[in-house]
């Protein structure tokens, strides 16, 4: 049994990782649809799942390969993505556990339909704001704090990381260029966020067994380095598609789950 929780832990961790890595999102996204699909955990325990997974610094990885590509983030733009996310992050959780699972689904559902859409949108209009090198013009403290704030209620409250929803606000809406808004999202998953989140799933008791939680967390690493090396040989305009078909791919997944 021990064994076979490990092995599908680190199932679960690689295809959270893989995508990660590719996306420059934080894996919380994956790990709940995954959690859900490969483990067959409910959805509390999912959402469980991914915020304990996500305190390690899995993302070290997929930043080295990002870094190595040319890539940076102004450290005060992640100073005020981060202190937005904490907020938002511990609210969202503290309000999760009081709404029902089949509330949870789709409002799951929900958040993702709405960051397709953002992306399909908005898309291509953020091209414009870029100089001949891709590098996106300077940003308002209070537009950072924003996104990073939305960024952590969907954390805390759907369980995932929000990194992809980082990336949306900071590409789609705020006209980061799509690598160096993925360099910020792994960035913040560094820096241990979700633990005000994760505990207070730990403390009602959403979450897997440790050989569950230890096969994630090694699956994560080895996914999110093969991820950020295929993401580094993919232009931003595959990478906003890649990351389109991704999101509506889970879309409907977790909308059948929601259903059945």
Known sequence: MIVHDLFAGIATG?????????????????????????????????????????????????????????????????????????????????????????????????????????????GGRDEAKHDDKGTARDISWPALLVVGLLAGLSSGFLGIGGGLATVVGLSAVLGMPQHQAQMASLVMSLIPTTIPSAWIYWSEGSLASWPVLAGVIVGLLAGTDLGARAANRI?????????????????VYMTFKALW
Do not use: C, K
């Open 14 to 122: 690689l295809a959270g990782g893989l995508t990660a890595g590719l996306l420059g999102v934080s894996p919380g996204g994956g790990l709940v649809v995954f959690s859900v699909l490969l483990l067959g955990a409910g959805q509390h325990v999912a959402q469980g799942i991914s915020l304990v997974a996500q305190v390690p610094p899995t993302s070290l990885t997929g930043i080295r390969r990002y870094w190595q590509s040319g890539n940076r983030t102004p450290l005060r733009w992640i100073a005020l993505l981060t202190v937005g996310f904490v907020a938002g992050g511990a609210a969202g959780a503290l309000a999760a556990n009081h709404v029902a699972e089949p509330a949870l689904r789709w409002t799951y559902v929900a958040y993702l339909v709405v960051l397709d859409a953002m992306l399909i949108l908005r």
């Open 235 to 251: 232009d931003r305009a595959r990478l906003r598609s890649a990351m389109i078909v991704f999101v509506t791919l889970m879309t």
